[in-house]
């Protein structure tokens, strides 16, 4: 297939790769011409306007566009001009699924078509095969499956419902996350002060060997130990947070059962996680170090003190 590619950082950028050693033509574009230039390295055509994909990709257009979420709306009013009745617009960024409900049902009026995907894994996922929730039509779930099953691991794509349903399910995902590695977090501090004189990494190890808790957050802590010392001395105890985490409490508290109803429903162990990395600002711990040590082994994110 050939499709149209907006934006090319860490996650970006991995899925292009991706898709190009699958066979896919794909024509990207970046502000950063150094991105831009790394791509067409990669095989893919780039382009500096948007304006370009009218001549670029002929017949329906797919656009994938994997930016932040906060420039999304202006993406796509520059797009706008450039697509036709029929096209497809794949948001594959974090956006609140509320904001996609309602791209969607704007550009339906326009004749276009709104598609999203919840995208776990990681820079290391989208380079290798993530794990991806789709929301959106279905015929065009279907027209495009390919795609999907080829950027994603065996058995790790799905359809999850209309418009907003592959954002929506990925929100989840987060929250339960951050609940996930709190516990994680909890547990290691407990480890280390103990009176035993534990060794840390091979308590990971033994973990993640056939116990109920083995998971791949216990993996990439071993080797968080591995890189950086159990003491983690390098890595800060203040614990930033994704949009995601929020969205999922503010979704609990007032949870959308259909068009006319809402309920209540109670997430004291994602509102905890999430109010730790709060509170964690200004009030650094170990806790805060091993959570902040797994956000960088499977997201990259920027842990390090002096950072």
């Given at each position: 297939?050939?499709?149209?590619?907006?934006?090319?950082?860490?996650?970006?950028?991995?899925?292009?790769?991706?898709?190009?050693?699958?066979?896919h033509e794909v024509?990207?574009?970046?502000?950063?011409?150094?991105?831009?230039?790394?791509?067409?390295?990669?095989?893919?055509?780039?382009?500096?306007?948007?304006?370009?994909?009218?001549?670029?990709?002929?017949?329906?257009?797919?656009?994938?566009?994997?930016?932040?979420?906060?420039?999304?709306?202006?993406?796509?009013?520059?797009?706008?001009?450039?697509?036709?009745?029929?096209?497809?617009?794949?948001?594959?960024?974090?956006?609140?699924?509320?904001?996609?409900?309602?791209?969607?049902?704007?550009?339906?009026?326009?004749?276009?078509?709104?598609?999203?995907?919840?995208?776990?894994?990681?820079?290391?996922?989208?380079r290798n095969g993530?794990?991806?929730?789709?929301?959106?039509?279905?015929?065009?779930?279907?027209?495009?499956?390919?795609?999907?099953?080829?950027?994603?691991?065996?058995?790790?794509?799905?359809?999850?419902?209309?418009?907003?349903?592959?954002?929506?399910?990925?929100?989840?995902?987060?929250?339960?996350?951050?609940?996930?590695?709190?516990?994680?977090?909890?547990?290691?501090?407990?480890?280390?002060?103990?009176?035993?004189?534990?060794?840390?990494?091979?308590?990971?190890?033994?973990?993640?060997?056939?116990?109920?808790?083995?998971?791949?957050?216990?993996?990439?802590?071993?080797?968080?130990?591995?890189?950086?010392?159990?003491?983690?001395?390098?890595?800060?105890?203040?614990?930033?947070?994704?949009?995601?985490?929020?969205?999922?409490?503010?979704?609990?508290?007032?949870?959308?059962?259909?068009?006319?109803?809402?309920?209540?429903?109670?997430?004291?162990?994602?509102?905890?996680?999430?109010?730790?990395?709060?509170?964690?600002?200004?009030?650094?711990?170990?806790?805060?170090?091993?959570?902040?040590?797994?956000?960088?082994?499977?997201?990259?994110?920027?842990?390090?003190?002096?950072?």
């Amino acid at each position: 297939m050939k499709i149209g590619y907006i934006g090319l950082g860490k996650m970006g950028m991995g899925m292009v790769k991706l898709l190009l050693e699958k066979g896919h033509e794909v024509v990207a574009t970046d502000p950063n011409e150094e991105t831009r230039k790394e791509a067409e390295a990669a095989g893919a055509e780039t382009v500096i306007n948007l304006s370009e994909f009218k001549e670029k990709l002929p017949g329906e257009k797919f656009i994938w566009i994997m930016v932040p979420h906060q420039i999304v709306d202006t993406v796509l009013k520059d797009l706008s001009d450039v697509l036709t009745v029929g096209d497809v617009i794949m948001d594959g960024g974090n956006s609140n699924y509320n904001d996609t409900v309602r791209r969607g049902a704007e550009l339906k009026e326009k004749g276009l078509v709104f598609m999203d995907v919840g995208t776990s894994g990681g820079p290391s996922g989208a380079r290798n095969g993530a794990c991806m929730m789709i929301g959106g039509s279905r015929d065009k779930f279907e027209k495009y499956e390919r795609l999907f099953k080829d950027l994603s691991v065996k058995d790790g794509y799905g359809y999850m419902g209309k418009t907003g349903a592959g954002h929506y399910v990925k929100m989840i995902h987060n929250g339960i996350e951050y609940g996930m590695m709190q516990a994680i977090g909890e547990g290691f501090e407990i480890l280390k002060s103990s009176l035993f004189n534990l060794d840390l990494k091979d308590v990971t190890k033994i973990y993640n060997n056939g116990s109920v808790i083995q998971s791949r957050l216990i993996g990439w802590l071993q080797k968080a130990y591995e890189e950086e010392g159990e003491d983690l001395n390098a890595i800060s105890g203040e614990v930033s947070h994704s949009g995601e985490g929020q969205w999922t409490v503010e979704e609990a508290k007032n949870c959308r059962v259909d068009d006319n109803t809402t309920k209540q429903i109670s997430v004291p162990i994602i509102e905890g996680s999430l109010q730790f990395r709060i509170d964690s600002t200004g009030n650094p711990s170990y806790t805060g170090q091993v959570v902040s040590a797994l956000r960088n082994q499977f997201g990259g994110h920027l842990v390090k003190k002096n950072d």
